[in-house]
């Protein structure tokens, strides 16, 4: 099986930790490893480095390539511009047809936090079993924690078969994130699961999905195909990419196939889509306090704080429910619950043009 | 008139900027000067620098001398060891009466926060001219605004003089920091002041009170008057100060003497005792954000913060009622109204023998 991680995440979200150059899954915001780390190892009792391939804007290669020193540069895929997941997933089936013919492949976010890998990677050679078999497109749904409106849902339908302790659905359809109204029944009503943006299939079934549902991309991908391994490689992708629409593979692909399963999944999973999320998934003291770095926090009656200071002695004072991120040129400090409004403080950075701290 | 500066201060109530080699007026927390420039450059249209002396410890006279080159350098007097205000006070009244004679001399803090400068040195003006016609102990009294239990307290009587606009009273009483009770019955009843700790006395009427009150403080400093201005000079008083107990001026002196006055004073006046009391007399913006370093700070829907720091960009997002401090080595994180437990933190800092933040 070869793994597909695709990287070509920006967000702000984790500022004052993510900057530009710095994205969300090159922060070792949830462990001593950086997330892509993470990502990687979780993968390498199931593939090896040679088989698994990495997408990634050309701004970040560089830091990514010096995090993943077992990976083969060749395996590093530099997309020229972001277009969303189809044409990033539609390249990387290129690279894997060229190189394994129509071996499966799993297309796995980079900055995804997932806390029990033996039921993952369970759960993926299920999933790549039953991909394998036909030309299925399997997707792994989570197990909704609650009525979230931040995730897209999966309807699961019939069974349609089992790999071990794996239960394997088909799939009704795919729903764009909901509001908390729909989001509410679709928990009550039982059956949908968060879609975790992990996919499993063969190369040759997906690019002949795209070829069907986005014959616009395929057009390009095409061309790109044409000039792999060629002196035209890189001229020819941004060219393509100069063409390329934005669009995400459940858009332009998932909801319009007819051959989608589900395998629901109970591992441990988050996101960690923003700093809020990330004291919720982190390990906390007695106090609720999520530190870093333990050892540079004396605690005088706070409570419930997640606090990241890699160098700085912190020092809390009777304050609760904060978080306090501290770097070397900046330093947050926002209300638990808030963080979503981190945004708003990298917008005005943004409006006043102070570059430095983008 | 000469001024004598009290700079013997120590205190952790403003860590993580104060620290043990850096006390509170060594610091620009009030403004672009530290509070002792502030307070010799209030004193300068009064007096002249060689008539300012300033009485510091041994730790201290480094900076405190690089800090206020107008000063000349006899004029720092080092104490060995601090030994509350008396000794203090002693050992000035000494230089002073050796150097001028019967001089008045001001007493004053080194570290407090004067707004009105112009009615403080037209009050201590006054203070002065009483003081010159008779063996007066002045007070500058400061009419409370609230029932603080943090200060001492004066009592007024009957009046005795008028100097222009300052009408002069003697005082019945003085009381150590009352109970909350008793301050409110303090303010209720009226006539009583907050103990600003300013005096103002001639030379020899000090040292006289001293004799009779403190004889045994007053034979050490007999000791160090005669080695005044001698190679012996500093061996004297280490030696004089190793023998003499902690006492403060107001209960080894000012509660039993006979003659005292006060001067009952408008101006706006704080001790600025805490990182809570610097919120209350700083510049604050519309949303209550009082910033040392205004271009610093990106405010996202945050409210009524103190915000200290000089060198990093700080994000506020959806806080309210902090105190946020940031130096080179630590981070301060503090809800307003729990700054006086800022000191346990540094008490957790001494028993962890971290003494790189202290």
């Known amino acids: 099986m070869y793994a597909v991680i695709m990287a070509g995440g920006k967000g702000s979200r984790f500022w004052p930790r993510s900057r530009n150059r710095l994205p969300k899954h090159l922060l070792d915001i949830c462990s001593e ?71 499966v492949m799993a297309v796995l976010p980079s900055d995804h936090r997932i806390g029990d890998e033996a039921t993952f990677r369970r759960v993926l050679a299920a999933a790549a079993e039953v991909a394998a078999q036909g030309g299925h497109l399997v997707t ?27 239960e394997i659905f088909r799939v009704t359809s795919l729903r764009e994130k909901p509001d908390a109204a729909t989001a509410r029944a679709f928990i009550a009503q039982g059956g949908f699961y968060w879609n975790s943006g992990m996919f499993i299939w063969r190369a040759t079934t997906i690019l002949n999905e795209l070829a069907s549902s986005l014959p616009d991309i ?59 999320a990330l004291w919720e998934v982190s390990e906390k003291d007695g106090a609720g306090i999520a530190a870093r770095t333990p050892g540079n926090l004396i605690n005088v009656s706070a409570r419930d704080c997640l606090v990241h200071s890699p160098r700085k002695l912190v020092a809390l004072v009777g304050v609760e429910d904060l978080i306090v991120v501290e770097t070397d040129d900046a330093l947050l400090v926002c209300r638990r619950g808030s963080s979503q409004d981190v945004r708003k403080a990298v917008e005005a950075l943004e409006t006043e043009k102070r570059h430095e701290y983008l």
């Open 140 to 166: 792994i749904g989570i197990r909704p924690a609650g009525p979230e409106t931040g995730f897209g849902y999966i309807e699961r339908g019939q069974p349609v078969a089992r790999k071990g302790e794996e």
């Open 33 to 103: 490893k950086t997330i892509i780390q993470e990502t990687v190892a979780r993968m390498l009792p199931l593939t090896p480095p040679e088989k698994i391939l990495i997408v990634t804007g050309a701004a970040h290669a560089r830091e990514l390539i010096a995090q993943l020193p077992e990976i083969p540069e060749e395996n590093i895929l530099i997309e020229p511009v972001g277009r969303n997941t189809a044409p990033c997933i539609g390249l990387a089936a290129l690279v894997v047809r060229r190189r394994a013919g129509d071996d």
């Open 218 to 276: 395929y057009a390009g991908l095409r061309e790109i195909d044409v000039a792999l391994d060629t002196p035209a490689e890189a001229e020819v992708i941004a060219a393509a990419y100069g063409r390329f629409r934005s669009i995400s593979i459940d858009y332009g692909v998932m909801e319009k196939a007819r051959d989608v399963l589900i395998i629901p999944a109970d591992f441990d999973w988050s996101d960690v889509g923003s700093w809020d």
